[in-house]
């Protein structure tokens, strides 16, 4: 049980790239969401996903592209990197979105867009 | 959601109990109290979550008071592994399954 996976650890990307950063959970979580932490702040949330084929915006979507078409993967899509997206960013997951249930975070992506 | 009161930074010397305190004085009947931590900005660890009643694992200790306008989290005997943002976190039955991470405790475990 690896629990919430985040791949690439480090990137660093030029202004206009795109990339896809990598979550998987191996629990059979419904529920799994995007979040990013700038220096010094909390975590804001970017999209989520309460299931497969079901994705929504979270309060800060602009930039980022989501699909979900598996259980396990939840990828999140840089379509066009600016330096305002340099950010640690983090991936969670639980059953459902609703209370009582015990959320999981991944480890974090580190992202520089020079 | 109901918003959440930490104090900004608290110390605690290595071997005693930890007692983080929260308050959320506008909490709603069905509405969790969580606690997560995050140590050098890893991945925010989870640690303990409770609707009403005390709660206790292998981490901690969550002490709801009656009218769920507060808690502590307790860490029992605090090690210098403990040093870390601690966020108190209340979250309902919203289907965004947001949480709302406030500032949170920075606890300093000293030797």
């Known amino acids: 049980n690896a629990g919430v996976t985040q791949t690439p650890k480090f990137q660093v990307l030029k202004t206009g790239q795109s990339m896809t950063l990598q979550c998987a959970q191996d629990m059979n979580h419904e529920y799994m969401s995007w979040y990013r932490q700038d220096p010094g702040m909390g975590l804001r949330l970017i999209h989520y996903s309460v299931g497969a084929g079901i994705t929504d915006q979270g309060e800060v979507p602009n930039g980022y592209n989501v699909s979900r078409s598996t259980t396990e993967d939840f990828p999140l899509r840089l379509l066009s990197a600016a330096p305002s997206q340099t950010s640690v960013y983090f991936c969670?997951?639980?059953?459902?979105?609703?209370?009582?249930?015990?959320?999981?975070f991944g480890e974090g992506s580190w992202l520089t867009v020079v | 959601d109901a918003k959440t009161t930490q104090p900004t930074s608290m110390d605690c010397a290595e071997g005693r109990a930890a007692n983080l305190p929260c308050n959320h004085s506008?909490?709603?009947?069905?509405?969790?109290v969580y606690w997560y931590r995050q140590i050098h900005s890893q991945g925010p660890q989870y640690i303990i979550h409770?609707?009403?009643n005390n709660e206790t694992n292998e981490m901690a200790s969550l002490i709801i008071t009656e009218d769920r306008k507060s808690s502590t989290l307790i860490l029992p005997h605090a090690t210098l592994r403990d040093t870390a943002v601690y966020y108190c976190i209340v979250k309902g039955a919203s289907n965004t399954g947001k949480l709302i991470f406030g500032q949170g405790t920075t606890l300093q475990v000293k030797p």
């Open positions: 409770g609707l009403k």
């Open positions: 506008t909490i709603s009947g069905n509405e969790y």
């Open positions: 969670a997951s639980t059953m459902t979105a609703y209370s009582g249930n015990t959320i999981y």
